[in-house]
């Protein structure tokens, strides 16, 4: 998920180079070939899988990880325990390799990771076990490494975020009418992580969202520094609040935003799960990425001997990008059917997220945009990412590249 590469690949150099520990697996980089990639098929009666986290139960992001994996592998018929594993806590460092040697060491036929600074650590990992298939995601080497069992997932989430958008501004036209606000009152706050491309392809798309059925919202975000900190991201939901913010969505991982919402009686767009439980008054609904039907594809493709994908992409149609139910009692009537027009819309292709036509960059319309997105197979520092008039998120590779700064958007700095 989570990072800035240009730090992290400073850090894969620095770690070469010095040397880490031995490798990892005892020697697992034989003469075997990589299950899953084409090579032989991992045997059923002893198949593991390994997962890694950044944090734990209480981040909602690893949460939605843990319970998709325990989904799959249960579904599978593996045992918690015995046949998968889940390590948390472990930080974007040398913890990353250790748990993916100790995963290893296990018997794990198939590991993953959740955050995006594990993955130089993960990808040394792979390079050492060849006939260990090791899936990460959010990174986005996968496709330019070309390591035969090192693989990238992300999803199309964006288009989760813009149908959260949808029921937000759903939400504002109900306080427009209402009297409650008037039109240019309509602005939404946003609590961030990091200023990175996969906040901003997120905050973004909500906005586009809300626009959508609400034209004159307008949006204002702060940013924590942090992907779980919830003392800095209550302060954050508060701080926007108290600039008239009149709903809030968030990109980070705890329940600081939601519950300052509650207390202040200001509606919320969550992210990850419900919180429909510890914010009854002002939860509306959540976009997430479902990770199981990625998790059974690569554990039955490594079971089977068959290759995986080095970059696979979740999508609405794959089941990978999905809202909770909508909270009626905080909802505006007529949500669920506007969501679900929308997503039609969006599987048909007959709305594209993000459509040129529908936003601005200092007042005018974006017709060309050179994007970082190594390109596959061929690494390309500059690649032109739009095309007939959209923004191609999630073409070039999985993890998310929209890094633009649009009008009716503001950025408020970091919070303090």
Known sequence: MKGIKKILALVFVAVFAVGMLAACGGGNGGDAAPAGSGGAAAPAGDFKAGLICLHDENSTYDLNFINAFKEACEDMGLVEGESYFIKTNKGENEEAYQAACELVDQGCNVIFADSFGHEDYILQAAMENPDVQFCHATGTKAHTELVENYHNAFASIYEGRYLAGVAAGMKLNEMIESGKITADQAVMGYVGAYPYAEVKSGYTSFYLGAKSVCPTVTMQVTFTNSWYDETLEKTGAQTLIDKGCVLISQHADS???????????????????????????????????????YFKYAMQSTLDGTKIDYDWVGTIDTGSVVL??????????????????????????????????????????????????????????ETEVIENGIFMESYYRSAPYFDIDIDGITILGDVQ
């Open 255 to 293: 329940m600081g935003a939601p519950t300052a919402c509650e207390a202040a009686g200001v509606p919320n767009v969550s992210y990850n799960g419900s919180t429909v439980q510890a914010c009854p008054n002002t939860f509306i609904v959540s976009s997430r990425i479902d990770w199981a039907p």
């Open 324 to 381: 909770t139910e909508v909270n009626e009692a905080a909802a505006a009537p007529g949500t669920v059917d506007a969501i679900e027009a929308a997503k039609a819309d969006l599987v048909a292709g007959n709305i594209h997220v993000f459509d040129t036509a529908n936003f601005t960059v200092g007042g005018q319309t974006l017709t060309s945009y050179q994007a970082d997105v190594d390109d596959m197979g061929d690494f390309q520092p």
